[in-house]
């Protein structure tokens, strides 16, 4: 699993340098380092992407999971801010 996981980041990060404007790839690596435990990396990651996409409704249910699971009161503002978008 850590392999794999080790192989897609490398991946995911050849892909960000080719394209460093693609939302996709940072929210990739915000769940790739969340798998990994590295929740500050990850909540770097999928800020990135919401600076690049800020209407992603993926990334903010994402980064909005990822707060919620850290217990974090920012995760409603992004809660929010996704019924926004997709309504």
């Known amino acids: 699993y850590k392999s794999a996981l080790s ?12 394209n460093p404007g693609s939302a996709e790839n940072f929210r990739i690596m915000g769940l790739i380092k969340e798998k990994q435990g590295d929740v500050d990396e990850a909540e770097e990651f999928f800020l990135q992407s919401l600076v690049k996409n800020p209407s992603d409704a993926q990334s903010l249910t994402e980064y909005a999971q990822l707060l919620r699971t850290l217990k974090s009161p ?6 929010e801010r996704l019924q926004e978008v997709t309504q």
């Open 7 to 18: 192989q897609v980041e490398t991946y995911c990060q050849k892909l960000m340098q080719i």
């Open 74 to 79: 920012h995760a409603a503002l992004f809660e």
